[in-house]
C-alpha cells in the first residue's frame, strides 16, 4: 500500500474533485506530506472535467479544478491508496461491492473518518443549485482540516480520539 487518500464519489465531477483539490491545497499549506486524490463509481463522466459549477466555488476561494479529469474507481485503488473515503452511503456500498471491504482497510465514509459528528454523508449538489455547491465546498473543507488535524497529530506521534483506521 503506497498511502494518501482516494476520495469517492458517484460521478468524480462535483464532490469528490473538490475534496481531492481542497486537501491538495490544505495539506500543503500545513505541510502534511499526504497524496490525494479522487475517483467515481460511475463511468458517465470518465475523461471530461469538473462540473463547471464546481471550478467556480473551488475558484472562488482559491482552489484549482480546473486541470481535474474524472476517472472511475478501480479494484487497485484499495491497494494503491492508504485511505479510501466515500462522500456518502451509497457510494461507500459500491466501495464494498467492488471489493474494498476484503481491503486491509477497508473503505470509510469521509466525514465519519474525519471525526466530525454530523453530517456524516457529502450530499451530491449536482442537481441543485451554486448555492448547493457552495455548502458542499464549505463541508468539504470542514472535513478536509479535521482529517489533516488527525494525520497532523499522528505524524507528530500524538495519538487521536478516533483512530484513522481500524
Given at each position: 500500500?503506497s498511502?494518501?487518500?482516494?476520495?469517492?464519489?458517484?460521478?468524480?465531477?462535483?464532490?469528490?474533485?473538490?475534496?481531492?483539490?481542497?486537501?491538495?491545497?490544505?495539506f500543503?499549506?500545513?505541510?502534511?506530506?499526504?497524496?490525494?486524490?479522487?475517483?467515481?463509481?460511475?463511468?458517465?463522466?470518465?475523461?471530461?472535467?469538473?462540473?463547471?459549477?464546481?471550478i467556480?466555488?473551488?475558484?472562488?476561494?482559491?482552489?484549482?479544478?480546473?486541470?481535474?479529469?474524472?476517472?472511475?474507481?478501480?479494484?487497485?485503488?484499495?491497494?494503491?491508496?492508504?485511505?479510501?473515503?466515500?462522500?456518502?452511503?451509497?457510494?461507500?456500498?459500491?466501495?464494498?461491492?467492488?471489493?474494498?471491504?476484503?481491503?486491509?482497510?477497508?473503505?470509510?465514509l469521509?466525514?465519519?473518518?474525519?471525526?466530525?459528528?454530523?453530517?456524516?454523508?457529502?450530499?451530491?449538489?449536482?442537481?441543485?443549485?451554486?448555492?448547493?455547491?457552495?455548502?458542499?465546498?464549505?463541508?468539504?473543507?470542514?472535513?478536509?482540516?479535521?482529517?489533516?488535524?488527525?494525520?497532523?497529530?499522528?505524524a507528530?506521534?500524538?495519538?487521536?480520539?478516533?483512530?484513522?483506521?481500524?
Amino acid at each position: 500500500m503506497s498511502g494518501g487518500i482516494l476520495f469517492v464519489c458517484l460521478g468524480n465531477i462535483c464532490r469528490s474533485p473538490l475534496a481531492e483539490a481542497v486537501a491538495r491545497a490544505e495539506f500543503a499549506r500545513l505541510g502534511l506530506a499526504l497524496p490525494v486524490a479522487s475517483a467515481g463509481t460511475g463511468d458517465w463522466h470518465v475523461g471530461g472535467g469538473a462540473d463547471p459549477r464546481a471550478i467556480e466555488v473551488a475558484a472562488a476561494v482559491g482552489y484549482d479544478l480546473a486541470a481535474h479529469r474524472a476517472r472511475q474507481v478501480e479494484r487497485a485503488d484499495f491497494g494503491r491508496y492508504a485511505r479510501v473515503l466515500a462522500m456518502d452511503r451509497a457510494n461507500l456500498r459500491a466501495l464494498r461491492q467492488l471489493g474494498g471491504a476484503d481491503a486491509s482497510m477497508p473503505p470509510a465514509l469521509f466525514l465519519e473518518c474525519a471525526g466530525l459528528a454530523a453530517p456524516q454523508e457529502v450530499p451530491d449538489p449536482y442537481s441543485g443549485s451554486l448555492d448547493d455547491f457552495r455548502a458542499v465546498l464549505a463541508l468539504v473543507r470542514s472535513g478536509v482540516l479535521a482529517l489533516a488535524r488527525r494525520y497532523g497529530a499522528r505524524a507528530a506521534g500524538r495519538r487521536d480520539d478516533v483512530p484513522l483506521h481500524r
